[in-house]
């Protein structure tokens, strides 16, 4: 959620989701990329589907 002087920097929170979705590459799947919706910002995030036996 962005407050204030915060919404002149969009920019800011679009980096700071990619580079938590980027330490999570490993077990997430980004289904819907940061969008500014108002006030806050929304990135959607999926667990990654697994294998039959029960590892990727």
Do not use: C, W, Y
Not at 3 to 9: L, T
Not at 27 to 36: H, P
């Amino acid at each position: 959620m962005f407050r204030g002087r915060e919404m002149s920097h969009p920019e800011l929170g679009k980096d700071i989701l990619s580079k938590f979705a980027d330490a999570l590459k490993d077990s997430v799947t980004v289904e819907r990329d940061a969008k500014l919706e108002g006030r806050n910002m929304i990135m959607i995030l999926a667990p990654k589907a697994q294998t039959k036996g029960g590892k990727q």
